[in-house]
């Protein structure tokens, strides 16, 4: 199944201890239920953690992670 | 639905060791000194255990334990799954292997080292394991590349959504949370003894988690153990103080996770606890009404509120209003936690409340409450109900 990349906050936390070092922090966390009906496990960029909010419309935008991956994390979109 | 397993084993003894943050030996140094306690609780010798049952997850070998103690012989050992949610479980299990003869004299038990051992959330904790030793949450590995790496964030993202379908606030939580404080300070066996909270300390208390968990919304990481042992109830009036097990049950759910549960359509319901609910009281006709006193697993105060709209001692939603109200003081229509909680009193994985359940029906609690006959314990997925005999 191909997916859009586009979904809504379905949840969120931001989280401030206990801080690992592999992170930073406050650190955006959150549920997004994509269009297509699956929900993940992701982080909130380029957003304030104070603008973050449950209904929000997200998309996919993919951050380096370990080695050569890629993780999954949604920025902002604009509501169709 | 299963038949409820009604009345057929009994507490008669129970043990502990100190709660502290350094315990400066080992788990099972401590297990055996918890599981001595209780056993002279019931009258008994370690002699006399034969059978053995904790979590999945606890660090202590039943071989160790058997060498440690000097027991002769085990007939029977058993493990049950879930972490703190299969809490209860050791006693559903225990029960049904004293009922069919498998063994007569079964101790269960639970050792940590939750502050002075491998903490949650630490640099360099090794990669969890996509099985995580059926602790409940397989989806681990789908939380840790995102910084989800302790309880309390995999809670949250729960707890958020609870806030956002019913208008619940960081101050409900509080409110649960200072009556919490308020047991523990009147109970010496609690860590924050003497330690009683306003309501404005709790809002003063940093963010772990935000905007549903500060720091006086989490229990404790306690260093102890705790052991509780169980007969045939037709044995137990031998014994100087047995508390029947009314009726011990597991809801596992098994297509859920149980810490890292993000998959159900409607994350602000703890289904599994709905079905615990089911078992505890459909199948057994024990009324809600007749409960005197009850201990909830609060890992994370949200949870607290949680648990009492999912178990129906109120309405979805209705939890923060039912709190405000008192009703989870001594005085109120389901005094809760009367130890002060894992929030207040510590966090042996949530068997130490069932330790203040059968000092309840007993008579002994630090906080006792006048006469209680029926308690309930409940871990989410497993629980028990108890009762004077």
Known sequence: ?80 | MARALRGVAAIVGIGQTEFSKDAGRSETQLACEAIEAALADAGLGTDDMDGLVSYTIDPVEETELVRSLGTPEITWSSRVPYGGAGSQGVLLHAAAAVACGAADVVVAYRALRARSGQRFGAAGKPAPSATSGHSGTTAMQWCSPFGVLTPASWMALNATRYMHTFGVTSEDFGRAVVQLRAYAATNPNAHFFGRPIGLADHQASRWIAEPCMRLFDCCQETDGSVAIVITAADRAGDTRHPIVIETAVGAALFEQEVASDHYREDLSVMDGTVALARQLFDATGIRRAEIDVAMIYDAFSPILLMQLEALGFCGFGEAKDFIAEGNLGPKGALPCNTNGGLIGEGYIHGMNLTLEAVRQLRGDSANQLDTPQLALVSASRTGTILRRP
């Open chain 1, 1 to 80: 199944m191909e997916l859009s990349g586009a979904g809504t906050v379905y949840s969120y936390a931001v989280l401030h201890h206990p801080r690992n070092p592999k992170f930073t922090y406050p650190l955006v966390t959150a549920l997004v239920d994509l269009v297509e009906g699956i929900r993940m496990v992701t982080n909130l960029v380029d957003i304030e953690p104070g603008d973050v909010r449950i209904g929000m419309p997200v998309r996919v935008t993919f951050v380096p992670a370990a080695g050569d991956m890629y993780v999954p994390v949604f920025e902002r979109r604009e509501a169709s």
